[in-house]
Structure formats: C-alpha cells, structure tokens
C-alpha cells in the first residue's frame, strides 16, 4: 500500500490538471512497484507560492512554482523497483508538463505494523 504524498504549489495547477498527475503516478506505481489498481492512496496538498522551497543544491539546473515533490511511504521495494519507478515516473510526469527538473521523490519504507486501513487486524 504506497501512501503517497503530492505536493505542488497552489494555482499552478488545474484541478483536471491535478487529477491527470495523480492518475499518472498511480499508474506508475502499479507497473513498476506491482501496487493493486485500487490500491490507491494518495494526498495532493497545494501549497502557497514561496512555501515550498527547492534551492539549487549545486545541481545546476532551475525550479520552477510547477514543481512537484512526491513523498511515497510503502513497503518491501527492491533498490531495482525503486530505480525502475524514479525513471519511469520521470518519463511518465514530463509527457504531462512536468519536467524532470521539477520533479523530488523521496521514498520511505514503513511495516505492515506501521499502518492502520481502518478496521483491519494488522
């Protein structure tokens, strides 16, 4: 169960727009950490202009206010999984308008007594 947090900045984004960046990060999730289709748990916060801050860490390249910082807890990724999605969701992202220059995914690794689905016996 990949929790995913999607932060971007406030009115940089439609809401069709939002829907379609949320709908291509689950898709790469399925294909490339074999999360169920319906395994979908994702929080998209938009944040004001300037709150987010993406400072240019000796990279060389610019942000831009339509960044996209992604923060996905799950469980029992390989390091070959883990590789797989960062390239696939770079590539997937940037055929919607977001550059990979304007991408940050930090990805956690929690248990299954990490987690409560409401209900379940974990």
């Known amino acids: 169960m990949p929790l995913v ?3 971007v900045v406030k009115g940089e984004r ?22 169920p289709p319906k ?5 998209i916060h938009e944040h004001k202009k300037g709150l987010i801050k993406t400072l240019d860490t000796g990279l060389g390249y610019p942000r831009t206010n339509k960044i996209v910082i992604l923060q996905i807890t799950q469980q029992g990724r390989t ?12 590539k997937s992202l940037e055929k919607i308008g977001v550059p990979q220059t304007d991408l940050i995914i930090s990805v956690s690794e929690n248990t299954l007594e990490d987690g409560f689905l409401g ?3 974990a």
Do not use: C, H, P, W
């Open 14 to 35: 439609s809401d069709k727009e939002l829907a379609e960046l949320a709908d291509v990060i689950q898709e790469v999730l399925v294909k490339t950490f074999n999360a």
């Open 39 to 43: 395994d979908r748990y994702q929080i």
């Open 119 to 121: 209900l379940n016996k």
């Open 79 to 90: 390091r070959t999984q883990k590789q797989a999605m960062y390239e696939a969701m770079g």
């Open 5 to 7: 947090r999607i932060d």
